[in-house]
């Protein structure tokens, strides 16, 4: 398993931008496909985005799609999601997670390996 590491989250207006970063520590990262979830209180765990271990493949949530852009570096062990035209419906806790068989279970949310902790977003209107 990889311990997860959220940072970047924080108080924004409608249309402005954040970043999100994940730190990943333990054995294997670069192997591991990543992905972002949010969750609105009140709500249900919502997907975000994920990339593949190797950055090829990349998959968003309809609700995103076009507003917000995954990356990662795996040279740093590092994940982020890059959030434009910020929304106050994206308001929620964002979490990084990480899975082993590839973007499309971990999209599922079936087969996470690692949760990380969570960050505050909070988009004003």
């Known amino acids: 398993q990889l311990q997860l590491v959220e940072s970047g989250g924080g108080l924004a207006q409608r249309g402005g931008s954040l970043r999100l970063s994940c730190a990943a520590s333990g054995r294997g990262a670069s192997l591991y496909a990543f992905g972002w979830f949010r969750q609105a209180p009140g709500k249900d765990r919502e997907f975000v985005g994920a990339i593949s271990y190797n950055s090829m493949t990349v998959d968003y949530g309809d609700s995103v799609k076009g507003r917000f852009t995954i990356g990662r570096d795996n040279a740093k062990n590092m994940l982020y999601l890059q959030m434009d035209s910020l929304k106050p419906e994206d308001t929620a806790v964002y979490y990084c997670?990480?899975?082993?068989?590839?973007?499309?279970?971990?999209?599922?949310?079936?087969?996470?390996?690692?949760w990380g902790q969570g960050t505050q977003v909070t988009v004003s209107s």
């Open positions: 997670a990480a899975g082993l068989n590839g973007v499309i279970p971990l999209k599922s949310g079936d087969r996470i390996d690692s």
